[in-house]
T-cell receptor, first 113, second 115 residues
Framework: LAKTTQPISMDSYEGQEVNITCSHN???????ITWYQQFPSQGPRFIIQ???TKVTNEVASLFIPADRKSSTLSLPRVSLSDTAVYYC??????????????FGQGTELSVKP | GAGVSQSPSNKVTEKGKDVELRCDPI?????LYWYRQSLGQGLEFLIY????????KSGLPSDRFSAERTGGSVSTLTIQRTQQEDSAVYLC?????????????FGNGTRLTVT
């Protein structure tokens, strides 16, 4: 099972780009990388998912280098409402390696005015 | 459409009592997960169901914890003889396990307080 390591916390200001990097040195061939956002008193919410290279959607980009041992979530022009905890999850949902999807400790992002 | 629904949203119980937490996954989702989140902490994996079966129960914290899923839909997490350290938010998630590697869809959790 791939273990993930993220910074515990990050600070930013409105309008800046924020990059959060997750390390997953023992990622397996069938593993995907998924990022979630969690606000207080809510369950985590899916942001973006990828396998390799770059993925972009309407809210974020995900950069994955060729060796896949890390990934970077990029949030363009953050606002106060982006203040949340961000989790990187590495796992193989499709082929079900026991179904254990283990979340890391998450990164608490604080966006200031 | 409807998301993952968990009930109750809040539960206060006395130490030693049993509690049942319910999860209604998104219709058609075959995979169902239970996590526990203590105050200010990350998500602790408890158990996973594919259909009605749970291949690995080693994530359950003790033998006071059990979970079942019937009809490939609703799941119940039962905690017997609750202890104060069981106080946490219990989150349920479901996914479709389609070929495109469907992400997890979470409910908003049940906040359990053991007094």
């Amino acid at each position: 099972l791939a273990k993930t390591t993220q910074p515990i916390s990050m600070d930013s200001y409105e309008g800046q780009e924020v990059n959060i990097t997750c390390s997953h040195n023992n990622i397996a061939t069938n593993d995907y990388i998924t990022w979630y956002q969690q606000f207080p008193s809510q369950g985590p919410r899916f942001i973006i998912q990828g396998y390799k290279t770059k993925v972009t959607n309407e809210v974020a980009s995900l950069f994955i280098p060729a060796d896949r041992k890390s990934s970077t979530l990029s949030l363009p022009r953050v606002s106060l409402s982006d203040t949340a905890v961000y989790y990187c999850l590495v796992g193989d949902i499709l082929y079900n390696q026991g179904g254990k999807l283990i979340f890391g400790q998450g990164t608490e992002l604080s966006v200031k005015p | 459409g409807a998301g993952v629904s968990q009930s109750p949203s809040n539960k206060v119980t006395e130490k030693g009592k049993d509690v049942e937490l319910r999860c209604d996954p998104i219709s058609g989702h075959t995979a169902l997960y239970w996590y526990r989140q203590s105050l200010g902490q990350g998500l602790e994996f408890l158990i996973y169901f594919q259909g009605n079966s749970a291949p690995d129960k080693s994530g359950l914290p003790s033998d006071r914890f059990s979970a079942e899923r019937t009809g490939g839909s609703v799941s119940t997490l039962t905690i017997q003889r609750t202890q104060q350290e069981d106080s946490a938010v219990y989150l349920c998630a479901s996914s479709s396990r389609d070929w495109d590697n469907s992400p997890l869809h979470f409910g908003n959790g049940t906040r359990l307080t053991v007094t």
